[in-house]
Every structure is written in C-alpha cells, then in structure tokens.
C-alpha cells in the first residue's frame, strides 16, 4: 500500500523545507525590528535603500535573492546577503526536524523552538541582546505546549511532561545564573572592573539592588532567560548537553574571532554559540549525557 501524504519522507521533507523558507523570511524582519522597537507586521518589507514596498514577485525567499543578484529591483542598492542565509538556515533547519520527529505535534513545536532560536541568534550576534518576547514568550510556550504535545503524542504522562520541561528551565537558566552570580561576585572581592560593569561613576551593586543578583560582568541575563526556555523544550538533560555544546562553541568562535580582529579583549555575544548548541541537541539522534 502507499504511504499516507505526510508519512511520505520526501513530501514532509519538502513541506518542512518551504515552509522553513517562508519563516526565515518572516524571521529577517522580526531581527531587523524586534530590537528596535519596531512593528513586524505594519508596514510590510521595504528596501532599505528606496524604502518602496517590495513587490510580492521579489520577496520569494532566497530564489529572488538570486534572480536579481542581492540588489533591489528598483533602486539596485545591494541588499546584504545575510538575508537568503538566514531563510535557508531556516528551510534546512525545518526539513532536519520534521524529518526527525515526523508528523507529530512534536515537530511542529520544533520548528517554532528552532525558529525562535535563529532570530535569538541573529539579534544577539547585532546588538548583543536577546529580547523577552523570545526567551520569555519562549519559556511559557514551552511550559504549556511541550506536556501538551508529548502527552497527545502518547510518550508520557502532561503532569510528568511538565515537570521535566519545568526541571530543564531550572536546570539551564539555574545553571547560568550560578556561574555568572559567582564571577560577578569574585571579580567585586577582587576590585575588577569591565566595560559595561558597573557603568562610568557608578558603584559596584549591592545586595539591596537588583542589579546585584541579574547584573553580571561578561555575561547578559537575557542567555540566562534563553536557557531557562530551552529547557522547557529539550529537558533537563537536553539542557545540559546544550551548554556543554554551547562552551565548545563559543570556544571556538571567540578564538576565531580575536584571530580575525587581532583583538582578545572584544566581548560578543554568547546567544548564537547557546542557539547552535540546542539545534545540535534538538536534532542529534545521539545524546551523550543519557542511554
């Protein structure tokens, strides 16, 4: 007998894989506006250079890219190539979790998660922020869908689908604050001061001020909040091996990065090595840190 539709490997791969590319493109606008305060839906996307509406003919993800060889149809400015990557990082990213999870509430989940991840990604890598639409609107999606869909998909119980989602909040963002608390805590015995920490004629925060416990120096609260929602998704154990991932990753990343600015004092962010390492864990049919 046939394969129902969406038991098909290749017609879920290539649904998850265009509607992967159509997000990414939805996700080029939310990086660009979400940090600036700025609508994703009104007004709709422009060029940058002419600030015309682009035609609905030269918004197809990446294949308009191409067509007009990154610049835009009317003015000719170039349009940064950051744009089709992004939508085919996405489209591959769908195709990998649909195909992983298959046609499950699960996979749906997956990609809104590694969507969320992308944009994080992006907006940290630009403006070394993770804004709270994600990290908290991530957290509580999390808490009310994942034991939603893993209870429907008949792999566990929604009471213990919910407290494993809500041990892994505890775990990655408990985790987080602990080390950054620390550090902050070490460097003020030991007199340091950073950049950004504390600010130009600003005393170092004291217990009595918020800033003492969310105001670390290295580190932003918003990768704490980011992991607390990852690990709504992945688990306690998920989460885990997320940070194991994300310290390879980061590793090699800043050490790339000073190589490539001759610069070993240039703080980045840490989101895009804590986004990659989830994926990994989201996708990796292998986890170390369990049978």
């Known amino acids: 007998m046939p394969l129902e539709p969406w038991n098909d490997p290749r017609i879920l791969g290539t649904a998850g894989l265009a509607f992967g590319l159509i997000v990414g493109s939805f996700l080029n606008v939310v990086i660009h506006r979400l940090p600036r305060g700025e609508s994703v839906v009104t007004p709709g996307s422009h060029c940058p250079g002419c600030d015309q509406a682009i035609e609905p003919w030269n918004n197809i ?5 191409l067509l007009l060889r990154g610049r835009c149809a009317r003015c000719k400015v170039q349009i940064s190539i950051r744009y089709p990557l992004i939508e085919a990082l996405t489209g591959l990213v769908f195709l990998g979790v649909v195909l992983h999870y298959g046609p499950t509430p699960m996979a749906i989940l ?3 998660f590694s969507a969320s991840l992308i944009a994080a990604a992006a907006i940290d890598f630009d403006h070394r922020i993770i804004p709270d639409e994600i990290s908290l609107g991530g957290l509580v999606l999390g808490l009310l869908l994942v034991p ?3 209870s429907y998909g008949g792999e566990t119980s929604w009471a213990t689908a919910f407290v494993f989602s809500a041990m892994g909040a505890l775990i990655g963002g408990g985790l987080l604050w602990i080390v950054g608390f620390s550090h902050a805590r070490f460097c003020s015995l030991m007199g340091r001061r950073f950049e950004h920490w504390p600010e130009e004629g600003e005393d170092l925060p004291r217990p009595n001020s918020i800033d003492y416990w969310t105001w670390f120096p290295g580190m932003g609260f918003g990768d704490i909040k980011l992991l607390a929602m990852i690990g709504t998704f992945v ?3 998920g989460v885990l091996e997320t940070i194991l991932a994300a310290s390879l990753g980061g590793l090699v990343f800043g050490v790339l990065a000073a190589l490539a600015i ?3 004092g240039s703080p980045f962010g840490f989101g895009p090595a804590i986004a990659v390492g989830a994926i990994l864990v989201l996708l990796s049919p292998v986890h170390l840190l369990q049978p």
């Open 148 to 150: 939603l869909a893993k």
């Open 235 to 237: 688990g306690p154990i």
């Open 262 to 264: 001759r610069s070993w």
């Open 110 to 112: 997956g990609c809104v």
């Open 61 to 65: 993800p990446v294949l308009s890219y």
